[in-house]
């Protein structure tokens, strides 16, 4: 089976990052990664890919006039790898259509909660809102990333439970446990040649 090449993008301390090379060297996923990119110097994510002796690169979106230019620079820096699969990893910028189209239906995604519901939120945001909801379970959706933010076909989900003694922090805990399988499960079925979009959902071969 032919590997895949994936670029990460990443803004923060890179705990999926961390779960996607973890799997990787358990062989669990038939992939490499190309390259690790952020948008911030010192996210920690980088440091985690070094030890690993994976490419990093830094393309700081204050280092260019506009979305436009910053984002062709991370095309570049992508198809210079040759990635086929790129993983958002806790990337803290909203992509815009030129970079979502040039990478179509090759652009995945990893968000706190069971979409639809609580889509356009990030962070502690995410779980104070469901928590506030009622809603009894929440978990994580690993979804294609799309023009419209978190609306992207879901390819994998994972459930927890919502606790009465829950705040946005000890839920959030439980949901990360579940993101660091989902991601990559996620991208073991791209690697696989395993799914096949139709209109807006996944089915698994």
Known sequence: MAVLRVGVLVSGGGTNLQAI????????IPAEIATVT????????????????IRTCVIDHHDFPDRTMFEQALIAEFDSQRVQLVCLAGFMRVLSPVFV????????????ALLPAFKGLWGHHVHEAVIASGARFSGCSVHFVTEDVDAGPIIVQHVVPVLET???A???????????KAYPEAIALCAGGKLRVTGNRVFTS
Do not use: K, M
């Not at 952020?38 to 002796?53: E, I």
């Open 21 to 28: 090379i973890d799997a990787i060297e358990r062989r669990e």
């Open 38 to 53: 952020s948008n911030v110097r010192t996210a920690y994510a980088l440091q985690r890919a070094a030890q690993r002796g």
């Open 101 to 112: 189209h040039h990478f179509d239906q090759h652009i995945i995604n990893i968000h706190p």
């Open 166 to 168: 829950d705040d946005a």
């Open 170 to 180: 000890t839920l959030a805990a439980r949901v990360l446990v579940e993101e660091h």
